[in-house]
């Protein structure tokens, strides 16, 4: 699905999840993404709006540190939304650590991409385009930040991403040489912390996801001809609050690869997914 298109679907489903789970409440408390932060946080001054007497508590970070406050901290939560949807099965479906699971159903509700944005004063901002994007992220001195692997999505995504790009270009080493212009200094649990560092010039070029890249100053990457590695944000409650019965899209067995328009992409495995387990 296109992002801008199932934005409508992305706030009203999750405004009805959320008016099931509130009916009898004051608080609703949600650990989301970074990345989802603004949409969100929009969302829930609208909620309250609707609801009044209820107070909308977002917290935003990566998604799994997110997940783990709920699977291993234990911390409540009313709603759970992630930028990678298979994290919420595999942390809360089975159990996390030792403990109990903490759902048992999620719904995929839009696409992103991973993209790369900068500013004027970056380094190579002049000469950077679709064609050498990968060789002016690997110029010595250049600095990139990127989000952290072992704790959001956009991070290993970043990494896959960067993987892709090296067998569309048949340059084995490009991952490589544009990671070593990230060392863990630049690294941040979310991507969106380091925004002010970008715009600061402390760092020259973020990987962020490309919904996050047109809501904010710093301009996109040159897009044709890069690689992107669409993800599917998911949202989830807690087991004892599930939805009424709803379809199941199918999943396609596994990633593939396509070269549409001079760019690549790796499709995801389900664009959109509702599912309603049996108890």
Excluded at 32 to 46: E, H, M, N, P, W
Excluded at 169 to 177: M, T
Excluded at 183 to 212: C, F, H, K, V, W
Aim: glycine content about 6%.
């Amino acid at each position: 699905m296109h992002p801008m298109k199932t934005l409508p679907l992305t706030l009203s489903a999750l405004a009805l999840a959320a008016a099931c789970t509130t009916a009898q409440a004051e608080t609703l408390t949600v650990f989301a993404a970074g990345t989802l932060g603004k949409t969100f946080t929009t969302l829930a001054r609208g909620f309250e709006k609707l609801h009044p007497g209820v107070t909308v508590q977002p917290q935003f970070g990566g998604s799994v540190k997110m997940v783990k406050q709920v699977t291993v901290l234990h911390q409540p939560a009313d709603i759970v939304a992630v930028a990678d949807y298979s994290v919420i099965p595999k942390y809360m479906f089975k159990g996390d650590e030792g403990n109990k699971p903490t759902a048992d159903w999620s719904i995929g509700f839009l696409g992103n991409a991973i993209t790369f944005i900068y500013t004027p004063k970056s380094k190579g901002a002049k000469e950077i385009n679709a064609d050498n994007w990968w060789k002016i992220l690997s110029e010595p001195g250049v600095q990139i930040g990127r989000s952290n692997p072992n704790t959001d999505p956009s991070g290993y995504q970043t990494l896959q991403m960067l993987d892709l790009a090296g067998r569309y270009y048949k340059q084995p080493d490009l991952e490589a040489k544009v990671l070593a212009n990230s060392p863990e200094s630049n690294m941040r649990d979310t991507e969106t912390d380091l925004i002010s560092a970008l715009q600061l010039g402390q760092i020259d070029y973020l990987a962020i996801y490309r919904s996050d890249a047109v809501q904010h100053p710093p301009r996109p990457a040159p897009r044709p001809r890069t690689a992107n590695f669409p993800a599917v944000p998911s949202f989830t409650r807690s087991r004892s609050q599930r939805p009424p019965r709803t379809p199941s899209w199918p999943r396609s067995s596994s990633p593939t690869c396509s070269d549409q328009q001079g760019k690549m992409s790796l499709r995801p495995m389900a664009s959109f997914r509702s599912s309603n387990p049996t108890p």
